[in-house]
């Protein structure tokens, strides 16, 4: 592989790389807005000190 292909390769890797963390990072920020559902509280928790 010659000097120029393992930099397009290199280049691709991070367009790529830079892509699918953009994606995952929109993903989290549309999960986090939507309107939560009912808290589930655990049986043994107490209410208040």
């Known amino acids: 592989m010659d000097r120029e292909t393992a ?3 290199a280049l691709g890797m991070l ?3 830079s ?6 990072g929109w ?3 549309i999960r986090d807005r ?6 589930h509280h655990r049986a043994d928790a107490t209410e208040g000190p």
Do not use: C, D, F, T
């Open 7 to 9: 930099l397009l390769v």
């Open 34 to 39: 939507r309107p939560a559902g009912a808290i």
């Open 15 to 17: 367009i790529a790389s």
């Open 19 to 24: 892509l699918a963390i953009g994606i995952s």
């Open 27 to 29: 993903v989290i920020v």
